[in-house]
């Protein structure tokens, strides 16, 4: 019976995170929300997201009360709370990361290299817990570099390849950021079921973790804004010439660019405010950069909560569903040695560059083969049937404890 949870859950979580990051795809190009600039920022995503998520999860619990469990089930215990609260701040910081990132690339560009912390989880339990790294561990760390290798040998090779086909430092640090916020959170989600008090079930896990994340992405969309008002973000003194050409000019109308110019000169590689400018120049110069995304950590949390352009939030609502599905599937599972099923909610990442080429994306064989072989490596890099066999955290945390 335990095979059968497993499976069944596997499918799901697969079908709910693939269709995640193809709704976040979709909730961030101007051809899906109605031809018109998406005027969403990925923080506001966020924020919706959160509520979407939360709200499916508080209708679950209702329904639960309903058919007759006991309010006390849904306190988890001060211990499981905390590691909640922690999962929470992670998981605004890992969402932001996955509304950036569809936002400039395909996500078939992306989505192998956000869980490459799983191929390295057998190292860090031979630091941690002295366990023995067997020849799966390497066979799966070296199916895992090929397959994150194989899309850039053109480049490797010398020959051409076109820049919207591969991460720049940007999306290479939103990957490093999402794959450490990840890996905490497989990490906490089991010490959350080991520690929760008797009978509190995923629904409830659910509810206390979108209640912690509502608090941090509400926190950060008052806070931030009005750090960037200090600091002037949007209004630089100075701007490099290719940042500045690129980030603002080549996406304002023109009118709005003959505005910008009026106000910036250029002088060597860089361009540079007028001086004397008045309250409201500076004000309306604001506006045109908060709304290119010209810094592009404070871009994340501009905007209001209530947009100008409906169409991505209903996308971001969609996503919400989805991430209350396989959220579920996760504290369902993580009662679960995680070595047993974790891999396994990646066979996704094989199937997106095709997923990706229906939507008309230009998809090479090099991401194909590399995202095969990549899920590939995830998988036999922490799996070993003839050693390991479905263990009940939850249980035997509980008969340790007794």
Known sequence: MEWVILITWLLIINGALGGQYILNWMGNQERFVGN???????????????ISKFAWAFIAVIVELARGKKAKFLWPGIIALITIIICGFTGVIENIGFFYLPRYYSPHIYAPYVNVYLAFLPFFGKFLFKSAIRKEHWIGISLVVLGLATPYIPRLIGGYQDP??????????????INCCLCSQQVLNNK????????????ALVVWREVSK??????????IPLVANVMKVHVPEQAPKEKFETRVLAKVTPDKKAFILSNYELSGDNYNLKK?????????IKTVFAATDYDRFFSLFEGNIIPNN??????????????????FGFFKLS????????????????????????????VTSYQIVGAVITTAGLMVGVSDYTRNKVIEIEKTYKEKND
């Open 164 to 177: 919207k086909s591969i991460l720049d430092f940007s999306g290479i640090m939103w990957i490093v950021i």
């Open 192 to 203: 959350t079921v080991q520690t929760c008090k008797p009978g509190v079930g995923p629904n």
């Open 310 to 327: 409906w169409w991505p939030i209903l996308f971001v609502v969609a996503a919400g569903l989805t991430g209350y599905i396989y959220s």
């Open 214 to 223: 509502m608090v941090f992405i509400s926190s950060a969309l008052f806070i």
């Open 36 to 50: 018109k600039p998406v005027g969403v920022s990925p923080g506001v995503m966020t924020w919706w997201r959160e």
């Open 276 to 284: 004397d400018i008045t309250k409201e120049t500076e004000t309306q």
């Open 335 to 362: 009662k679960f040695a995680a070595h047993i099923w974790v891999p396994y909610t990646n066979v996704y990442l094989a199937l997106m560059p095709f997923i990706m080429m229906l939507f008309g994306e230009n």
